[in-house]
T-cell receptor, first 115, second 110 residues
């Protein structure tokens, strides 16, 4: 399966714990995007990364959230000191490098539940 | 500030007929528009897209129309099939990031 891979599919955390969500882009893609979907809403952009660089983090909450896409390994979305409002589905997407107007392809998401 | 709007939360269509899903946007800087289909517990699946320099793009049963002056796009599915039942999201791209509408739940009735 050469699609976007996200893990874990489901993650349960207690308030105050940390959540780490992982995303491996499609083969040949070096652009990664994270989106969040709250119940009954559309997906909302969080952050856009290329290898070792954050390009646009305008959708990231200012505190507790961070993202990285290291030279080796998957992209990580990290949420520190989780609160109930962080419960959502988090989707990762990827697109190829250097091509204008190419669709982003999505993984199946991580469903984060905060107890 | 909802830059992309899908005003119909749900749509019910008989199998074999045409399904028309609508989407409006406000930002004239968007230059690329996409439709995604989503099943429960899965990620959005790319269906079809259109560049702002075009007004129509067709792929099999799916056609997307873009009316730039009205800032409106629509997705036509014909003929509709039971497997088309899903939530459909339109999205607009500006500066590499996608802005999504709220989605329309399409139900195809036998």
């Amino acid at each position: 399966n050469a699609g976007v891979m996200q893990n874990p599919r489901h993650l349960v955390r207690r308030r105050g714990q940390e959540a780490r969500l992982r995303c491996s882009p499609m083969k040949g893609h070096s652009h990664v995007y994270w989106y969040r979907q709250l119940p009954e809403e559309g997906l909302k952009f969080m952050v856009y990364l290329q290898k070792e660089n954050i390009i646009d983090e305008s959708g990231m909450p200012k505190e507790r959230f961070s993202a990285e896409f290291p030279k080796e390994g998957p992209s990580i979305l990290r949420i520190q000191q989780v609160v109930r409002g962080d419960s959502a589905a988090y989707f990762c997407a990827s697109s190829p490098v250097g091509q204008r107007n190419q669709p982003q392809h999505f993984g199946d998401g991580t469903r984060l539940s905060i107890l | 500030d909802q830059q992309v709007k899908q005003n119909s939360p749900s749509l019910s269509v008989q199998e074999g007929r045409i399904s028309i899903l609508n989407c409006d946007y406000t930002n004239s800087m968007f230059d690329y528009f996409l439709w995604y289909k989503k099943y429960p517990a899965e990620g959005p699946t790319f269906l079809i897209s259109i560049s702002s320099i075009k007004d129509k793009n067709e792929d099999g049963r799916f056609t997307v129309f873009l009316n730039k002056s009205a800032k409106h796009l629509s997705l036509h599915i014909v003929p509709s099939q039971p497997g088309d039942s899903a939530v459909y999201f339109c999205a607009a791209q500006g500066a590499q990031k996608l802005v999504f509408g709220q989605g329309t739940r399409l139900t195809i009735n036998p």
